[in-house]
């Protein structure tokens, strides 16, 4: 394949990946649905040399580094409340329940990402 059409397929490819996280916003997507929008994007550019898909891969790192800094919070789910790590959740920190004595109650319970302010669960 010539470097020309590999460029074309990679930029094609990048922008529905953009997209795909553009959407994930918007609409408060899951994991398994961003991943899957991912993965359609790739299968673009599956015949095209490596260095395409190496580099679709960083872009994704990239993007996904990005949606956890700013528009994803890890909780914990206890008795029907969120409580974040973040301390500018819109949730209970997970520091209330330490510092009234209680952080034990956080062992066992799995963690998971949520879309920041919604309570809506991303994985």
Request: with cysteine; charged share 25%; net charge neutral.
């Amino acid at each position: 394949m010539d470097i020309s059409r590999s460029l074309k397929l990679r930029d094609k490819a990048m922008s529905r990946i953009y997209d795909a996280y553009a959407c994930a916003k918007i609409y408060h997507s899951t994991s398994a649905q961003l991943f899957e929008a991912e993965q359609t994007a790739m299968k673009t550019v599956a015949a095209c040399p490596q260095w395409v898909k190496t580099y679709l891969q960083g872009a994704r790192l990239v993007l996904f580094d990005q949606l956890w800094r700013n528009d994803l919070e890890s909780c914990y789910e206890l008795d029907d409340h969120l409580y974040s790590v973040r301390k500018d959740s819109v949730h209970r920190t997970i520091d209330a329940l330490i510092n009234a004595g209680q952080g034990h109650m956080l062992s066992g319970i799995e963690c998971h990402a949520y879309w920041l302010g919604t309570g809506r669960r991303f994985s």
